[in-house]
């Protein structure tokens, strides 16, 4: 081997790649640095009023009127839940549909031009939603059914379009996911396809099914500015689907611009409410796509 | 150690996990000889190439025992230059692997990798390549054509040309022509006999004819275990082992 | 329940599930067909290249253009290096382990943040804390933040769907691992690592509630990174929300959705290009 010289180059070019071995390391970690930091400044900000006037009182209390330092959350607890199951309602049988449409029922061409619009879908920002749903729906249902318009059930059903491409890009996945053997099985028994979509695709890819509808609340819990346009944003728990409501998302961003001191933690605490349910969720949803992958 | 062994390989076991894939391999390879490997499929022939330029690291819970040397030069030595070392045993894998990118640049991705610049210099490598790896005179006038649109035959000569760019001083094949056609592979072996007179190749390969019509020794593999290994001829004609004659007669395998 | 034959039920339910996705399609096409046709007549040069009067009232959206590409150009700066760098990091430098499995729960978690949080902690911390004041520093740190998840999946999955044998020839020729990642990976895997950034720039544009506490929404043409400035979509929702001027707020939403068109097109067409390489 001709030795020395050769060696001592390729010396260098080692202690090099661990040099960016390490370098990449820590840029690795910039995205859970993001997250730490993240959830310390919120928590460091939301938690102690939380404390000072009571975790019990914060999260049940029903009034919200910061300038007598009344911080109720549960009106806007409430308004999320709602607003967040009614998009579920929308956007899930829509959504399954789309989905199944997509892997099973349609031509490759179909296939072709259905699925740029749905990824269109996604890119489309909330803002545009939140208008559409003030200049259409508000107004409709206004006329048809009375009350402000803005209400629980316009909020829903505007959500419940947001969270398709959620829904239907991960349902797609799954659906595709199962092995070709299944469904060849299946109508090899002379099964119709409707039938094999009922009783062989869906169980096969249920995680993920259920995962991608997880991941659609979590964007329904965590819209904000549609929610503001539509949703008609009163701090009190709604008695109908028509009634005006508030969501934690609508509490923070309506109130951020002028509050202050404790008023200013109250949102920052709503900031922490919301952070907890979203976490939940995405632990939720983490944790069945991970049974999913560990599937064979 | 006499002075014609280029390879050394003393006690040679190497693990996947649990997996035992080759056990206790002795075997030498002499300079400038054309050393055929031949067995069935999975017996640890490929595992065996991957282990003398050290492509097994890559795999998660690869660990090995006994020692391999190369030139004197125990190449498992904690102090050993991995990178340098893969340069001195280039390797054509089965399947041709041409990046792609035009073939110049596929010939040239080594002296590019070592920073050299000049275009005089940079196609007087791949000039010189190409016409080892005997692929110069089918594709001179269209070396800015991707890799990938080459015939298979071609692809796998202009991945030995590549290798030859970087100047090493062994070639590792790895059953360079299984998905040949019989003049592409008469192709290869040509270049091969040709080649065998700088370098020091290893060739598995999983057509024992190749191995008849190319290889100065042979050696048999079977289950990860070395059954023989002895002049090509010999290895044909009158084996020692049984299994060796079993497996050359088409009993198994 | 009477059961139906399974060829009625079949018809049922092809019928029912293709007109779901018809109702869904054609929601879209309205909104997209609704906003550009009361949008597209006021679109002209002077609508894009103007600054902004009276509030928004009148003149054009220029001022809020160039906020809107200078916020996701910081953003897509800084996001770009690091996602695409975490991304290599979990496919060529690591075999799996405690921790790849903390910074994917960490990219994951990051992904499903709503963007209100994403501009509350920017608010407290770029805004108060470091004194960057409302600005296009404070929000395009904080949109990079936001689309760091994205760019993170989209390497990832570009990087993994580079055939490993690349890998192992750029191995065999004695390359260090650094080398075959940059002379061999990223260039196989670049169109799929674009689409990735194409698709957050896409994100970044119709982002309101991240930037509008942190970047602020002064119309003033800005005139460095710690200037206030408004994005088109901030510009949009103040308009539309306050009812300064519908036809001005249909045109900014005709601009916003022209751009996420040319961004989609333009993913396709680097998608495509990226399987036709590898198939």
């Not at chain 2, 596929?106 to 920073?115: K, T, Y």
């Not at chain 3, 949008?39 to 902004?52: I, Q």
Request: net charge positive.
């Amino acid at each position: 081997m001709d030795g020395t010289a050769k060696k001592r180059v390729g010396n260098k070019l080692e202690r090099n790649d661990r040099l960016v071995r390490l370098a990449l390391l820590v840029i690795a970690f910039s995205a859970v640095s993001v997250l730490v930091v993240i959830t310390v400044f919120i928590v460091g900000q939301g938690t102690p009023i939380m404390f000072r006037y009571g975790l019990k009182s914060f999260l049940a209390g029903t009034s919200w009127y910061p300038s007598e330092k009344l911080f109720g959350l549960w009106p806007m607890i409430v308004g999320s839940l709602f607003v967040t199951a009614g998009a579920l309602v929308i956007g899930v049988p829509f959504g399954l549909s789309c989905a199944i449409v997509l892997t099973e029922f349609a031509s490759k061409r179909v296939r072709g031009i259905i699925k740029p619009i749905i990824e269109l879908l996604a890119g489309i920002p909330s803002v545009v939603y939140g208008f559409m749903g003030v200049i259409i729906l508000v107004p409709f249902i206004r006329k048809t059914f009375g009350g402000p318009g803005l209400s629980v059930l316009a909020a829903s059903i505007i959500l419940g379009i947001m969270i398709l491409p959620t829904i239907i890009s991960i349902s797609v996945d799954s659906l595709q996911a199962v092995p070709p053997s299944y469904r060849e099985g299946s109508i090899a028994l002379g099964a119709t396809r409707w039938q094999t979509v009922k009783m062989v695709l869906f169980p096969a890819a249920r995680s993920g099914i259920i995962a991608s509808i997880i991941l659609g609340m979590g964007r329904a819990v965590g819209e904000t500015m549609a929610t503001i346009m539509i949703a008609g944003n009163a701090a009190e728990v709604p008695h109908s689907l028509l009634a005006p409501v508030r969501t934690l998302t609508s509490n923070v961003a309506l109130e951020m611009s002028y509050a202050t001191g404790e008023h200013r933690e109250a949102l920052f605490a709503t900031g922490v409410v919301l952070f907890v349910i979203i976490m939940v969720l995405n632990t939720i949803a983490n944790a069945t796509s991970a049974k999913r992958r560990k599937q064979p | 150690m006499t002075n014609d062994t280029a390879i050394e390989v003393r006690g040679f076991s190497q693990y996947f996990g649990e997996v035992r894939k080759l056990k206790a391999l002795d075997l030498d390879v002499k300079r400038n000889e054309i050393l055929g490997i031949i067995g069935p499929a999975r017996s640890g022939k490929s595992t065996f190439l991957c282990a003398l330029n050290r492509l097994n690291d890559l795999v998660r819970g690869s660990h090995h025992e006994g020692t391999i040397r190369i030139d004197g030069c125990d190449i498992y030595d904690p102090g050993v230059d991995v990178v340098a070392l893969r340069r001195q045993l280039g390797m054509v894998f089965a399947t041709p692997v041409p990046l792609p990118r035009s073939i110049f640049e596929n010939v040239a991705f080594g002296a590019r990798r070592e920073g050299i610049r000049g275009r005089t210099r940079l196609d007087g490598i791949v000039r010189d390549s190409l016409e080892k790896g005997g692929l110069w005179e089918e594709v001179k006038d269209r070396l800015e054509t991707s890799g990938l649109k080459l015939s298979g035959g071609q692809q796998q000569r202009l991945c030995l040309a590549r290798i030859l760019a970087v100047a090493p001083e062994y070639i590792l094949l790895d059953e360079p022509t299984s998905g040949l056609d019989p003049i592409s592979t008469m192709k290869i072996e040509e270049s091969l006999r040709r080649l065998k007179k700088e370098y020091t190749i290893v060739l598995v390969t999983n057509n024992t004819k190749q191995a008849a019509r190319v290889a100065d020794r042979t050696a048999f593999f079977l289950n990860g275990e070395l059954v023989e290994i002895g002049m090509t001829a010999k290895i044909f004609t009158a084996p020692d082992d049984t299994r060796t004659d079993d497996y050359l007669r088409g009993r198994f395998g | 329940m009477k059961r139906l034959g399974p060829r009625i039920e079949e018809k049922a339910a092809r019928i029912g599930l293709l007109a779901m996705t018809l109702i869904t399609v054609s929601v879209l096409l309205f909104i997209i067909l609704f906003i550009l046709r009361r949008g597209l007549p006021v679109l002209n040069l002077e609508f894009l290249t103007a600054n902004p009067t009276d509030m928004g009232k009148s003149g054009g959206i220029f001022s809020t253009v160039v906020g809107t590409v200078a916020l996701t150009l910081l953003a897509i700066v800084i996001a770009a290096p690091l996602g695409v760098g975490t991304a290599i990091y979990l496919t060529e430098y690591t075999w799996g382990g405690p921790v790849t499995r903390i910074i994917r729960f960490g990219a994951e978690c990051l992904a499903g943040i709503p963007s209100i949080i994403f501009g509350l902690f920017g608010f407290i911390l770029f805004v108060t804390k470091l004194k960057f004041g409302w600005s296009i520093l404070s929000g395009g740190l904080t949109l990079a933040f936001m689309l760091l998840p994205t760019i993170i999946r989209t390497s990832e999955e570009a990087i993994k769907s580079v055939p490993p044998a690349y890998r192992n020839v750029s191995f065999s020729l004695g390359s260090t691992k650094w080398q075959t990642v940059t002379r061999v990976v990223l260039p196989s895997a670049l169109p799929g690592i674009i689409t990735g950034v194409v698709l957050s720039i896409g994100r970044s544009i119709g982002e309101t509630a991240a930037t509008i506490f942190t970047a602020g929404s002064a119309l003033r043409m800005p005139t460095s990174l710690f200037s206030s400035t408004r994005t088109m979509s901030v510009h949009f929702y103040i308009l539309a929300r306050e009812g300064i001027s519908m036809p001005n707020a249909y045109g900014t939403a005709a601009i916003l959705i022209i751009a996420i068109l040319a961004i989609n097109l333009l993913t396709y067409y680097l998608m495509n290009r990226f399987i036709k390489k590898y198939s």
